[in-house]
């Protein structure tokens, strides 16, 4: 019980923290001579916020759910993570999502377990996965799992 309190505090934080960053940057003046907006340069593609993460990596998780329940099995997660070929005990990963120990993966898990592992590779707390924080960069530290 104490976990969940903590891990919703968590994300209390995270999700305020987020908010006040965007609220208290306020949009530059356009001059009237200036290119329009469809012009403009576009935000770098590899720039990651909480949402967008947790949004792209919910989706690709939530395809285990084959039968359409909304919730995701250890059976179904086991399956899924065999057709990704992916390596280590499917059973521990699933343990370490399915935080209530109720034997199913949901949406609100899902955003819970995103909202720690986003914590961890955005290194400089600012609330945006850039390109170097990201595992895929070369540059980036290995996350610890």
């Known amino acids: 019980m104490i976990r969940r309190s903590i891990l919703a ?8 923290t987020a908010l006040a960053q965007t609220a208290t940057q306020a949009p530059a003046p356009t001059p009237p001579a200036a290119t329009p907006p469809a012009t403009a340069a ?11 993460f ?3 990596r919910e989706k690709a998780i939530m395809a285990a759910d084959t039968d ?26 699933f343990a370490r999502i399915d935080s209530n ?3 199913f993966i949901d949406k609100a898990e899902l955003d819970a377990f995103f909202a720690k592992r986003f914590a961890k590779l955005d290194k400089n707390g600012d609330g945006v996965l850039t390109a170097d924080e990201l595992p895929g960069h070369k540059s ?6």
Request: net charge positive.
């Open 9 to 16: 505090a968590a994300l209390c934080l995270l999700t305020s």
């Open 140 to 145: 980036a530290p290995k996350p610890e799992q």
């Open 42 to 52: 576009p935000a770098a593609k590899s720039e990651l916020t909480l949402a967008k």
């Open 101 to 103: 120990h109720d034997g």
């Open 68 to 93: 359409g329940d909304g919730k995701i099995s250890l059976q179904e997660w086991e399956a899924f993570q065999a057709k990704r070929n992916v390596k280590g005990d499917p059973a521990k990963s």
């Open 54 to 56: 947790q949004k792209r």
